[in-house]
């Protein structure tokens, strides 16, 4: 695959990206030697390489899931301006 000078100024266009004819003329090659390398890494055989997220092995530490109720209600309803039964009391918003 090879790139020019118009598929530089369309991916510049579409980035909306202001790219001056100078840039675009470095770009190409840069470019191209990018796409070379990437076609090489093509080319690597991986038939028997397992698929991986990180070089070392990693494990997610995760606390225990129990489920508490907090056993402070009491707690939180001292700083309630208006507590009712154990809820917070609100006033009413529909007439």
Do not use: Y
């Amino acid at each position: 695959m090879s790139v020019d000078s118009a598929t530089v100024r369309k991916i510049a266009s579409l980035a909306r990206i202001a790219v001056s004819d100078a840039e675009i003329e470095a770009m190409v090659p840069e470019l191209n030697n990018i796409l070379t390398w990437i076609e090489q890494l093509g080319e690597v055989d991986v038939s028997g390489v397992e698929p991986m997220t990180a070089v070392i092995p990693n494990a997610l530490r995760l606390r225990e899931d129990v489920v508490t109720d907090g056993g402070i209600r009491d707690q939180v309803l001292a700083n309630a301006p208006a507590a009712e039964h154990g809820f917070f009391g609100v006033p009413k918003v529909i007439e």
